[in-house]
């Protein structure tokens, strides 16, 4: 019989499904990383959250009723949940995209092409005001692309951070940043009054990372992550591995065991082909078996670590939308 974590698994390996215009006031449209320009629903499966990209064409459709959404895999009913509602592009969070645009060409990310808007402080702090109209809201959640340069960014988000501890006016709600890492950007996040940080590693596999993050330094962002251990503490400092561009298990396993291992919790992310980057990079297909399979390594590797994915507090863990997050779903 299948679990709701397995139903997710299979979900996420698809990628999406479709649905009829009844979904259209409840889309949340996406604008950072591999997934930005997609649309997408939010639909709890038996406790396990699953982010659903909106697609043209799907093996799996969905219909709504009321808050109940029946997920059908080619005709036949394969799950039921209960949408939720996004606060800001995800549940419970206000997820702030502040520079759509980005100077750096990673091969997986479209927002390189996009070149989209730079959000105003005026902009970011309206969407921390309707956020907190809602009882839910339990974190905000920053990220950026670099629009000049990663030193400017850095202490752009650090300005960002500020104004939103003010407007919060002494509500305790954490501010995650995912950005790219400077060599101080740790000390300015945390003395804004950040909470967590994520710099994203994209792939473990060194000669991938040649190939698709042109420009990018490995080892900067791996000692960046270790540094911003210091800074944060254990369990709040995280990295995006992006699986399918061509990498073995075991090098995703050497590679999560190396994070976690400086007290980084490492996310494992399905990379989803964008039309926008076709011709440029290979994506392969990662089976929900392969999705499971990974997820019981990255439990593994945690608790050999003493590190709690339910201890984070801002951004992708806490969401688990997109993943099979241990300790959570697994």
């Avoid at 029946?70 to 509602?85: D, K, M, P, Q, V």
């Avoid at 009882?135 to 500020?162: C, F, M, N, Q, Y």
């Avoid at 790219?180 to 991938?208: P, Q």
């Avoid at 399905?270 to 990662?286: A, F, M, Y």
Wanted: with cysteine; hydrophobic share 40%.
């Amino acid at each position: 019989m299948e679990t709701g974590v397995t139903k997710k698994a299979e979900l996420i390996e698809v990628g999406g499904v479709t649905v009829d215009e009844s979904f259209a006031p409840f889309k949340s449209r996406s604008t950072a990383g591999p997934g930005a320009g997609l649309e997408s629903v939010f639909v709890d499966i038996d406790g396990h959250r699953v982010r659903l990209g909106v697609r043209a064409s799907s093996k799996f459709s969905a219909v709504l009723n009321g808050d109940i959404v029946t997920i059908f895999s080619e005709g036949r009913e394969f799950a039921r949940g209960r949408l939720e509602l996004p606060i800001s592009h995800c549940p419970r969070q206000v997820y702030i995209t502040v520079s759509e645009r980005c100077v750096f060409d990673c091969k997986f990310c479209p927002v390189p092409k996009l070149q989209g808007r730079v959000k105003s402080d005026d902009e970011i702090l309206q969407m921390v005001r309707d956020g907190m109209k809602s009882p839910g809201l339990s974190a905000i959640s920053i990220t950026s692309g670099v629009w000049k340069t990663p030193d400017e960014e850095a202490r752009k988000i650090a300005g960002v951070v500020r104004l939103i501890k003010e407007e919060l006016g002494g509500r305790e709600i954490p501010i995650g940043v995912s950005i790219y890492a400077t060599n101080i950007s740790s000390e300015m996040l945390k003395e804004a009054g950040a909470a967590e940080v994520k710099y994203n590693i994209e792939t473990v596999d060194r000669e991938i990372f040649g190939k698709v993050c042109p420009g990018l330094s490995f080892d900067h962002i791996v000692n960046a992550l270790e540094h911003a251990v210091t800074v944060f503490g254990r369990n709040h400092v995280f990295s995006n591995i992006l699986i399918g561009m061509g990498e073995s298990d075991e090098t995703i396993i050497q590679g999560m065991d190396m994070l976690a291992s400086k007290g980084i919790i490492p996310i494992l992310r399905k990379t989803n082909s964008h039309p926008l980057r076709t011709g440029e990079i290979n994506i392969e297909p990662v089976s929900a078996a392969r999705l499971l399979k990974l997820a019981g390594e990255q439990r593994r590797i945690l608790e050999k670590y003493g590190l709690d994915t339910r201890k984070a507090l801002t951004g992708c863990i806490p969401c688990t939308g997109c993943d099979i997050t241990p300790q959570i779903d697994l």
